[in-house]
């Protein structure tokens, strides 16, 4: 092979290599990933374009500063938000809830890589910390997703995910 054809061979496999580089993740943790269930809170998506989908919030977004460590409220004080914390589950009646926020990876346990945006009082005056997950939309088959809107106002919504060291893939949802 000469040259000019190996640079072309190089120029066209190196946006392949990229591609598939960006799947490895996804697909190690849904292989390897332990399961968690996360309860959705009520949020009313339209979009003619995307087709059918559903817009998921979850309860575990919305965390009290009292599950938060000092050293996270302390960084938040300082510097503001948006930065990267490790939010520690623990199971309760089937469904995860946030344990700990803390800016150090967890040893043990099952934990979500997240963000924390801000903090502010939510309406019964309590201080909550705003977490982002990047686990918003679920597409689903069609025209089913006015039965899943229903369910989301409702808050009927259960996420299933895959975990594997704090990166998750949402994998279905159900109903309660």
Avoid at 2 to 19: D, E, F, G, W, Y
Avoid at 20 to 25: A, S, V
Avoid at 35 to 41: N, Y
Wanted: charged share 25%; with cysteine.
């Amino acid at each position: 092979m000469n040259k000019r054809a190996k640079q072309l061979v190089l120029a066209c496999s190196l946006p392949v290599v990229i591609l598939l580089g960006l799947c490895i993740t996804p697909v190690y943790t849904m292989l390897t990933g332990e399961e968690m269930i996360l309860q959705t809170k009520p949020l009313d998506p339209s979009d003619p374009f995307r087709g059918d989908y559903v817009t998921l919030r979850y309860e575990a977004e919305e965390v009290p500063v009292d599950l938060v460590d000092k050293a996270v409220v302390k960084k938040m004080q300082n510097q503001g938000g948006p930065f990267d914390v490790f939010v520690l589950m623990e199971k309760n009646n089937g469904v995860h809830t946030p344990k700990r926020v803390t800016l150090e990876k967890p040893k043990k346990g099952i934990f979500l890589k997240a963000t924390i945006n801000y903090t502010d009082k939510d309406n019964q005056g309590q201080e909550i910390a705003f977490l982002d997950y990047n686990l918003d939309n679920y597409y689903l088959e069609d025209n089913t997703g006015t039965e899943w809107e229903k369910a989301s106002a409702k808050g009927e919504i259960l996420a299933k995910l895959k975990v594997n060291n704090g990166y998750a893939v949402l994998i279905d949802i159900t109903t309660k």
